[in-house]
């Protein structure tokens, strides 16, 4: 099997974390263990010595923005743009943002406000990663949206709220997605009552939650991307 580094853009909010550890260990859940090969946690500047180090690299969600001004924010980049073709990338939400910004596409905080609870996306079901797939209910939860698909990609999937919403790159071995595979809805059950106050509808966020969900599948996804295409 092949395996896979993590790299930790950001971490839950300290209060959850006791409970729900940080997004590393909910990849290391999702995925198996045995599917983490490293952790670097990039905003403070860890990485591997080469991009060759590692087979391939999944970006994490963050709640900082891929347009924000932060020191580590353009060295992430330059990471990526360095790992194009080298290694496998795959991005989710923060990381999806910033592996579009990477590529010539843009993000923006979107007007929409807050996406969070268990949303529904179309799939492309063409793509070979997704298994013929046609829609999932997957966990979600941003403000900042891709709005400008990157040169050299292919729209895999999204929905009403988030157009663009999962991508597949056409020049490189590069998959990313705007949703959560990793959260447990508890999870984001926890965060929705955290910024309560943010969102217009924390009770319909709450009930989505308690629907069948298909993270599971999606990890089934990510396990076989890095393993066989």
């Known amino acids: 099997m092949t395996r896979l580094a993590i790299l930790e853009t950001g971490f839950p909010p300290r209060e959850l974390q006791p409970r729900f550890g940080t997004y ?3 990849f290391a859940d999702l995925l198996g263990a045995e599917a983490i090969e490293a952790v670097y ?3 403070h500047g860890a990485y591997p010595e080469r991009v060759e180090d590692h087979a391939a690299y999944l970006i994490t969600g963050s709640s900082a923005g ?5 020191p580590w924010i353009e060295p992430l980049k330059r990471f990526l743009v360095a790992a194009k073709g080298k ?3 795959i991005g989710i939400c923060f990381g999806h943002q910033i592996m579009a910004e990477a590529f010539g596409g843009r993000v923006v905080k979107s007007d929409k406000g807050w996406g969070i609870g268990l949303q529904d996306y179309a799939v492309n079901g063409g793509t070979p990663w997704t298994e013929g797939t046609r829609r999932i209910a997957v966990p979600v939860c941003h403000q ?3 709005t400008e698909q990157p040169p050299n990609s292919t729209l895999v999937g999204g929905n009403d709220f988030c157009p663009i919403g999962m991508l597949t790159y056409d020049d490189q071995p590069a998959i990313s997605v705007q949703f959560h595979p990793e959260f447990d809805p508890a999870f984001v059950g926890a965060l929705i009552d955290l910024i309560g106050e943010e969102i217009p509808d924390p009770d319909a966020a709450h009930a989505s939650l308690r629907q069948p969900n298909d993270r599971r ?3 089934r996804w990510i396990r076989r ?5």
Request: charge should be negative.
């Open 87 to 89: 290694a496998k990338l």
């Open 66 to 70: 891929a347009y924000d001004d932060l």
């Open 41 to 43: 946690d990039v905003t």
């Open 144 to 146: 900042d949206q891709v």
């Open 225 to 229: 991307y890095v393993d066989q295409l």
């Open 24 to 26: 590393a260990r909910m």
């Open 217 to 219: 599948d999606v990890g």
